[in-house]
């Protein structure tokens, strides 16, 4: 499904919270999760950066990132995104 003429980004219903503050001068780091497809996202209000998360915060890779933001939301969790959320930006995640 695609919805024409929306950004992406605003094809998803999202849920946002604060996750901590940041920085003396100000700024936030929030998570975006959208209650349709389950893709999480986390932000800062400094400079809008934004990158895709798996479940316990951990930033997952740069092609991962890459292609959600391009993707509109299917409405629905997406066949693939599970193998998607192990892939990690700095390798493999450390197991406590």
């Given at each position: 499904m695609r919805d024409?003429?929306?950004a992406p980004?605003?094809?998803h219903d999202?849920?946002?919270r604060t996750i901590e503050s940041i920085a003396p001068g100000g700024?936030?780091?929030?998570?975006?999760?959208?209650?349709?497809c389950g893709r999480v996202?986390?932000?800062t209000t400094i400079n809008s950066r934004t990158w895709a998360v798996d479940a316990s915060g951990v930033a997952?890779?740069?092609t991962v990132t890459t292609r959600?933001?391009?993707?509109s939301?299917?409405?629905?969790?997406?066949?693939g995104d599970e193998d998607d959320r192990k892939q990690f930006k700095n390798g493999p995640a450390l197991q406590n």
């Open positions: 024409e003429g929306i980004w605003r094809t999202w849920k946002i700024g936030s780091r929030l998570a975006f999760t959208c209650r349709s996202f986390n932000q997952l890779s740069d959600w933001l391009a993707e939301c299917q409405h629905r969790p997406v066949d």
